[in-house]
């Protein structure tokens, strides 16, 4: 914007959200995805990677005032849609006007990522753990790093707004990239869709069996005769064998052995769930997740979904279920 240009004239608030709203029901009517933005109360990211992403876009401003001012445009709900993508971000964002803004993200260097992975696999022990950013300090300032972390450097973000702020960060971009912080409270999976990598390849020890010994039984925990004729109320004369060829011999049959039960995982799953604990949901997120690994494997996919999709409307009150799910994808 040259000098001899002026500001658009201030909207209030009230006048925006009204805005936000007719954009949001024109959109819907066009039968356009729409994901608006919603924060309760001032407090814009919860979460470790909401956090964490919000802290981190400092780094990127060059006008001081644009980042309160995004704050204040995602808090009262301007960002219209929020869409994330692999190395994109698209949105809209409602100020004097609705204005599109538009982020590229370089994709993570494949060096980068491996290197990445093979430094913190080591510390994260599961998908949930990863998701939810329970992991050690030394984890987290790597995973979090600019330079050879998740986190874009300057260099390889650009944006692009439709108003004429000349800066090169303005409030509706702010109010975006704000937004992204919230969003990954609710779906922490999107920061790596956006680096274009895969989240499960960071987890290099979930799901791994540990080995079976060896080792037979030790002496101690062998039973003697006595201790089998007891056992199975069975009478075994001392000294003596039976010869099957006596026809005085009497015949026993063996008794039949009970027939194995099958495991039922989904059986087990419901169990935990039951507990209504965050460690039952946990237990069984990540055992949802491997029996999609498992279906993936053997091409049972649509079974399923089929059984998670009647397992969620089943739990459908369950919020902290619901939440673990969404965390992992399990939709």
Known sequence: MSRHQKWAPYVPVATRRRQAALAVEKMRKKG???????????????????KAWCENLESYQDYENRLPRGRSYVRNGSVVDLQIAPKVIRAMVSGSSVYRVEITIAPLPRAVWQSLCADC????????ELL?????????????RQDQGLFPRPKEI???????????????VAAVLYGVGSRLDERPELLFLLRDVDHNDMVARVNR???????????????????VSRLFGLEMAEGTATDPKDPTTPKVRPPKAPPKQKEDPWSDIEQLIATCTLSGYVQATTKLHQLRQQAQKSRTTKTFTRLLAELRLRHKRKSRLIRQLDAVGLY
Do not use: Y
């Open 32 to 50: 356009d995805p729409v994901a608006p933005v919603v924060i309760t109360g001032r407090t814009i990211a919860n979460t470790f990677w909401g």
């Open 121 to 128: 696999s080591s510390g994260i022990d599961s998908l949930v």
């Open 132 to 144: 939810q950013g329970r992991f050690a300090k030394g984890v987290m300032e790597r995973l979090c």
């Open 158 to 172: 650009k944006f692009s707004c439709s108003c004429p702020d000349h800066a090169f960060m303005c409030k509706h």
């Open 209 to 227: 069996a540990l080995p079976m010994g060896g080792q037979g039984p030790a002496a101690d925990k062998l039973l003697d005769t006595d201790d």
